[in-house]
């Protein structure tokens, strides 16, 4: 048995713990980078616009081009993040930007970021 003592909310507690052997705990395995949802299919012709979606929620930490700006297919556009991670949002399409969120701001998963059209 061993013997601590434990403060809760400014009052200490002398508690007793047994101890039953080694335990299995297993050790910290490190997590793979978030995967971005599949991008929407490329823009058809005749001006029809494709919406960018937040794949998870977290913070837009920059905006990589101008609003309004041409664009081509895979090129990233803006930085999430999210658990500590930076990750690049590429546009699914050629087009031209038109952001729907500004630097700083926090987005739930499935949020429009931006229309590329």
Known sequence: MRNFIV????RQYEVG?????ETNVPKAVPLAAPVPA?????????????KVLSPFPGLIKNLLVENGASV???QPI???????????ITS????TVTFN???????????LLAMIG
């Not at 803006?78 to 690049?88: F, G, P, R």
């Open 7 to 10: 403060t809760v909310n400014g």
């Open 17 to 21: 713990v047994e101890e039953i052997g």
């Open 38 to 50: 599949a991008a929407p299919s490329p823009a058809p012709a005749g001006g029809k616009r494709t």
């Open 72 to 74: 081509k297919k895979d």
């Open 78 to 88: 803006l930085v999430l993040e999210a658990m500590k991670m930076d990750n690049d």
């Open 92 to 95: 699914p399409c050629d087009g």
């Open 101 to 111: 969120v500004q630097k700083g701001a926090n987005v739930e998963s499935d949020a």
